[in-house]
């Protein structure tokens, strides 16, 4: 979570004060969530974006704001994100999706259907997305830290951001 807190020194009289704040904050705190999406969507394996809508921001105060992710409501973003040890079968839900949608996915479902000689499309399917399961019920995955890395690209141009926004108010107020 990138979280950004202003403070001014000197004393700035403006009735204006808070509203033109707000406003430069909610201007650049929304190009903030922007470029950190971007950031994250371009490290997110292919399939994976949808829960991205989740993220959310707030100018909590004039001089406090907040880029976060609202409770993401996919747990799979967590085990995408972190990665997840062997052990258990996961859900076959969103391996079944990442075999639909990408070309890895795609591919690997042809290779079955080619080695088992399965006539039905259903079918390949989900032997495919059974065989999937198992290895990463196996051998567990390697985690992609979108968020993580997304976020760590992005802080030093969301610093920029807010850096013009308090020029921004500075001006404004001083003028």
């Known amino acids: 979570m990138i979280s950004i807190k202003t403070k001014l020194d000197g004393v700035f009289f403006s009735k204006d004060r808070d509203r033109i704040m707000k406003g430069e904050y909610n201007q650049a705190m929304h190009s903030a969530v922007i470029l950190t999406t971007e950031e994250v969507v371009r490290l997110a394996p292919v399939g994976v974006t949808g829960f991205l809508s989740k993220v959310q921001w707030k100018v909590v105060s004039p001089f406090h704001g907040v880029v ?3 409770p993401v409501s996919s747990k799979y973003a967590l085990v995408v994100e972190v990665g997840r040890k062997p052990g ?3 859900p076959p839900e969103p391996i079944r ?3 639909q949608i990408t070309d890895k996915g795609k591919a690997f479902v042809a290779t079955i259907t080619a080695a088992y000689k399965i006539k039905k499309k259903e079918t390949a399917l ?3 997305t059974f065989l ?5 019920a196996r051998q567990g995955t390697k985690g992609a830290f979108m968020f993580q890395e997304g ?3 992005a802080t030093p141009r969301v610093n920029k951001l807010f850096e013009r926004a308090v020029i921004e108010i500075a001006r404004r107020l001083s003028g």
């Open 151 to 153: 976020e760590k690209r």
């Open 68 to 70: 976060g992710s609202h």
């Open 132 to 136: 999937k399961s198992r290895g990463i």
């Open 88 to 90: 258990k079968f996961p």
């Open 97 to 99: 999706r990442w075999l």
């Open 126 to 128: 989900r032997s495919a």
